[in-house]
């Protein structure tokens, strides 16, 4: 596996579309797109048939306005090739997304089929909302061959195929090369912990910048620590550490930032929306890979991908995650709603169009018929590539019902830990007692 993928080149941060989640989950409701803004397409306003035999199905995402645009067209392509389907769109930022949701699905209206993710499967199937796919799946209006390095697995729960991943992405530690390069550090696959830390001193020392921007507070982060130890950040149904864990994991957090080998976390928030690495307060940070076209657009560095630092100079604890496409129980024609599916994740046209929108394209017909052309989203195929060639992927948890109301905390008072504001004794306290409550909903 090559030591760092290289994230050149001027594509702006609007093009991709994605949302950065730390910065989603810390500043809930921050606008991507304009709140409420929808786009239709087709004819018909609600679900239902027409005499002719037409039926309208309903399509709803969080993203920005470029994601719009690609998926429309899509939609396009899908109706003129199912004539009798229509399909009425529908999307938000990320937050009023989720907001609106809640409220559709507890009035008994949610949309046929939306973009999901892995932290609201057990979610939504506690509360009958989503539909199990592999009756469709049975039926041949839904195929699950074709998808790369198993992410079809990323949507199933206990037993059931509650979503279809339309891309796939995994944590990946993102650098700027010219520092590391000034400093005499080379990431190398396998490296270790120490390995890393004593390469954030050495340019703290070196180059008098920050190391890492805050990788602490990173729940996803975190859940790869612990599976590089046996555990992992959940269970099917809780928490898979104790106390104790989070306590050193969240001292050594807090003993860095003191040290100034990590950003001053009052800086990172003077940077926003810039990350601190792009702004150049750091020399580094974890991230989702598909996220790493942003450095290029606000910085004016040369940012590559680094393999994620170990345990044992073997495994990373990585795994593939995906955004997916759900379909609600309640939907009246869940055959059509599994021919969209279908249609949107085996398409080679739609592939193309969508590009690495919502990460590298989960089935091997679209990320070959998409050929990037711009250096990051090169480099981001090529890490995902490197990782699954060098054996480190395993299965991601299911999350439990809660599940991102705990990211949600991890992420705010780990925040206030690394301030000063909290002790680390009571921020974890005060964790574990937010996500009791939130995994016992």
């Known amino acids: 596996m090559q030591a760092v993928a290289t994230v050149r080149g001027g594509l702006a941060v609007g093009n991709n579309g994605s949302v950065e989640r730390r910065t989603v989950l810390r500043a809930a409701g921050a606008s991507v797109a304009a709140l409420g803004l929808a786009a239709t397409t087709g004819c018909g306003g609600g679900e239902g048939g027409a005499g002719d035999g037409t039926v309208t199905i309903r399509y709803a995402w969080w993203g920005a306005d470029e994601r719009a645009k690609r998926i429309n067209r899509s939609v396009a392509l899908f109706e003129k090739k199912y004539p009798k389907i229509k399909v009425q769109t ?6 009023a997304f989720w ?15 939306f973009q999901n993710a892995v932290g609201f499967l057990r979610k939504y199937d506690k509360r009958g909302i989503l539909l ?23 949507g199933q729960v206990d037993g059931k195929q509650l979503g279809i991943p339309v891309g796939s992405n995994t944590m990946s530690l993102v650098i700027d090369e010219k520092v590391f390069e000034k400093a005499g550090v080379t990431p190398k696959q396998g490296w270790t912990w120490d390995e890393y830390f004593a390469a954030l001193k050495r340019i703290h020392d070196t180059q008098k910048v920050a190391g890492d921007t805050g990788y602490f507070a990173i729940m996803y982060l975190y859940d790869l620590y612990l599976r590089q130890n046996g555990k992992a950040f959940f269970t099917e149904d809780g928490l898979g550490f104790d106390e104790a864990d989070l306590t050193e994991w969240w001292t050594d957090g807090y003993n860095r ?34 996220f790493t076209v942003r450095y290029t657009a606000e910085g004016d560095s040369s940012y590559g991908l680094a393999p994620i630092p170990t345990t044992d100079g073997k495994q990373t604890g990585q795994y593939l995650a995906s955004l997916m496409l759900s379909a609600s129980a309640r939907t009246e024609h869940p055959k059509e709603v599994a021919q969209f599916i279908d249609f949107m994740v085996h398409d080679p046209e739609v592939g193309k169009i969508m590009g690495y929108d919502r990460g590298i394209l ?29 054996g480190v992927l395993g299965t991601i948890t299911p999350h439990p019902a809660g599940a991102d109301t705990v990211e949600a905390a991890f992420l705010r ?12 004794s009571d921020a974890v306290k005060q964790f574990f007692s937010e996500a009791k409550s939130a995994l016992a909903v």
């Open 90 to 95: 529908d999307f938000q930022d990320y937050a």
């Open 257 to 290: 930032v003191k040290a100034g080998i990590i950003t001053d976390p009052k800086r990172v928030e003077q940077d926003k929306p810039k990350s601190s690495l792009s702004a150049g307060h750091a020399a580094s940070e974890f991230t989702w890979d598909n």
């Open 132 to 154: 199990d796919l592999k009756s469709q799946i049975d039926a041949g209006n839904l195929s699950l061959k074709g998808f790369r390095a198993g992410v079809e697995k990323v």
């Open 362 to 390: 989960a089935t091997t017909g679209q990320f070959e018929a998409f050929r990037p052309s711009d250096a990051p989203s090169k480099a981001i195929a090529r890490y995902e590539q490197d990782v699954a060639a060098a």
């Open 99 to 113: 907001e609106k949701f809640q409220t559709q699905a507890a009035g008994g209206n949610p949309p046929d089929v």
């Open 413 to 424: 008072i780990g925040g206030d830990m690394s301030q000063g504001t909290t002790k680390v």
